[in-house]
């Protein structure tokens, strides 16, 4: 079974960082977004990968190479941003008809029982319950769990089960046929081939699609979000924890991820923050942040704040959204 991520969108709305870096690169809890999804892929068994990329897609390709030698992936490229069933249909040719395929937004992190999930033998669609379903693909359900209709950001949504952007779908040859019959019929919703109005189309030609209630789902696109997700992260399993007695006079509040060779002193870190490799602090107190590798940053006061690679503060500040090779000097 092939895993099938698309990474080709330009991240509006976390820029600056997009300016510079892919979304699906952006540091949470220590690694990148898309580490976080092929990590958990490799670890139910999945060997071979299909990126669809585009904007900055070289930095992409070149992560995966470098960090990943030893899964079997594909590049495809997405010049236009015409949607996900557009992004999909791109890579159609790499998937087999009886193989089945797993999809994962590159900007998603889901918690669930992947292995359940890779396992199944009939599609799933994962879902969850918000408040707000209009901003979503929304799944209507019967008792059973089937999927009976799949609206695409509805204006009045008759569910409040949305997609969360994970499907392990079996029948992959009725997907291509749907991705092609709705590209070659113009079959666009709010400006795009969406995925969600081919997987409706199956449903329509009576594929059977059920619902899969995940446990978490983090939709990285946003600051807040973004940060929200390192903390609940952090205190999850897995994640070293940084100790003071590693850094001088330094004060550790967990949790707290320090990345290799970054050189910490005569700070208090924590709680819920993430700081890269090679990174220097030094006199700073820094709550809920992210901290990009080979930053530097002294005589600060950081809250709720995203800090790209290669970023220099020196003063001091309550929240920031700094981008890469960025400097501000408060002195």
């Not at 396992?119 to 901003?135: H, T």
């Not at 291509?176 to 795009?192: D, F, S």
């Not at 978490?216 to 973004?226: P, V």
């Amino acid at each position: 079974m092939k895993a099938l991520i698309p990474v080709a969108g330009i991240g509006s709305r976390l820029r600056p960082h997009t300016h510079t870096q892919p979304k699906s690169l952006i540091p949470v809890a220590g690694k990148p977004i898309l580490a976080h999804i092929v990590d958990s892929l490799i670890a139910v068994g999945i060997n071979e990968f299909v990126f669809i990329i585009g904007y900055l897609g070289d930095k992409i390709e070149q992560y995966i190479s470098i960090n990943y030698p030893n899964i079997q992936s594909y590049f495809v490229v997405q010049t236009n941003g015409k949607g996900t069933g557009h992004a999909i249909w791109l890579a159609k040719d790499l998937l087999k008809d009886n193989e089945p395929v797993f999809i994962l937004f590159g900007d998603t992190i889901i918690q669930a029982d992947l292995n359940m999930i890779a396992s199944s033998k009939v599609s799933l669609l994962g879902v969850k319950r918000v408040e707000d379903p209009r901003e979503f693909g929304v799944a209507e359900i019967d008792e059973t769990g089937l999927i009976t209709k799949l609206v695409e950001k509805p204006t009045i949504p008759k569910s409040n089960q949305a997609l969360v952007g994970m499907y392990k779908i079996c029948e992959t040859k009725q997907l291509k046929q749907a991705l092609t019959y709705n590209i070659e019929h113009n079959v666009i919703t709010r400006g795009e081939y969406q995925l969600t109005d081919a997987l409706m189309r199956m449903i329509d030609t009576g594929v059977k699609l059920y619902a899969y209630n995940v446990d978490g789902w983090f939709d990285c696109g946003k600051k807040d979000i973004l940060l929200e997700t390192n903390a609940i992260l952090l205190k999850g399993e897995g994640y070293v924890r940084a100790t003071a007695k590693d850094y001088e006079r330094t004060i550790i509040i967990d949790p707290v991820y320090i990345a290799k060779g970054s050189k910490i002193s005569n700070s208090i870190i924590g709680p819920n923050v993430s700081i890269g490799e090679n990174v220097i602090v030094d006199y700073s107190i820094i709550r809920n942040t992210i901290i990009g590798p080979q930053s530097h940053l002294e005589n600060t006061n950081l809250d709720n704040s995203v800090i790209g690679n290669d970023a220099s503060l020196r003063g001091t500040a309550l929240s920031l959204n700094l981008g890469d090779n960025t400097e501000i000097n408060f002195g």
